[in-house]
DNA sequence: TACGGTCTGTGCGGTATCGTACACAACTTA
DNA sequence: TAAGTTGTGTACGATACCGCACAGACCGTA
């Protein structure tokens, strides 16, 4: 039971980078739970229960404007944790939470994850470093809203949506998709038709299947390969302090 | 001197909020330096040499496509700090800071910063709150990317400039604007008459004068006071910590 | 005062995206 | 199997913004 849950853990990169001693402190707290596609964990201006570290989830935070318009700034999934705001000053989240593909992750208590930030050194470090990957990923996203098409900003976030399953289809709207990119659920359409008749992805209702990965690359901005390169770069810097060295990413 | 010292410091409120012991160990390595208009801080992959502390300048965040496109993700005033990533893994900086508008700031030594941010905790968490505020800024300015108009973008980014100047004139040419919305020089052009013919603004070859303040208010998107909103929090928690109780903000 | 560079004004066609409306298809539940 | 709900396809005008081209105005400098 112990190694199946540690084995669970190490599917979140940032929580298997903790030191080996300061894990151990943890994980009386880590609590296993679900997080079905379209629950929120916070909302804007919410004050922090938790923290979550997604393993098999993955979860998108969006702004959201007074008329309900929403726009993704950045996507979460088991690279990284949500919360961070939390060791920032407490002050309210300036973001929606929403989990965007349905699965599991680590939840733990806001009180024991704030003192063992401010205690533990190493937590601090690569919840540092979590923020800084966020921030990257944010401007990003920003400058991509502005400058290029729905199609490519559509075939952005299959990739990186798709990097973060072990299969390759997509449990997933286009409604929910406009929402995240924050268009018209009918450009959406329009897209997905595109990327359709190109060949490259398949859908029926709530599913999309990507078939050609490499079509998807091809159409996309050069956005993907940036926000990949970012996500590498935190993972490999996760990996080397890595308290378990043995573990891999692929268990379903 | 360490008097006038003193008071310019006072001019950046992140600064001002150190307390006091651990201000007179940094204060040594305070160089107060010219920020003219246009010149760059630093370039995005740039690793960092100092960090910078803006009094009267202020200092626009952009992010630069591989097609030179450009996007303003935040700007930095004497509210602020420059350089924050590193704090956090030393990682190279994902963005551009530009001076947007001419003026002075405190400079130190990224090792010295580093050293004094480990030590001490309230440079710390001054820092982190900094941190928080700006990636509530950012997602704001994303969200307001993709769902605003120019005219509502170039309202807010009058307004909130202006926030942050003493006089109501800015020195600022359309093409700067332009780049750092994104857009292009003409829909700055177009907007600009707009507001011209409304009589909210004046302008003459790269020089801006507001002569209404709220009539910009009442087209500006709901973002000018959301923005403004979360620096008016940020400050009234640096002053709640200031190391001296008296200083304002009020000397040119 | 003349020159030259920079900044601003304007026009025009092209296009991506929006807003709205509606039909149809797929799945769910009764 | 039928009804109801939810997701997708399509169409069409409106419009905001783009890309380009060029004219004119301003301002510093010679």
Redesign the pocket.
Known sequence: MSITFLQETIHNHLLAAVQADEFERLKPHLELVQMPLGSILYESGDRLQHIWFPTTAIVSLQYIMEDG?STEIAGVGNEGVLGVSLFMGGAATPSRAIVQTGGCGYRIKAGVMLQEFNRVESLQGLSLLYIQALISQMSLIAACN????????LCRWLLLTLDRLTSNELI???????SM?????????????NL?NAGFIN??????TVLDRSGLETLSCECYQVAKKGFDCLLSTCATTRHSPSQGYGKK
Do not use: D, N, P
């Open positions: 318009a502005r400058h290029h098409s729905i199609e490519q900003q997933m709207t286009q409604e929910l998709i406009a990119l924050g268009v018209r659920r009918e450009g959406i359409t329009e897209a997905a038709g359709k859908y029926r209702r709530g599913h999309i």
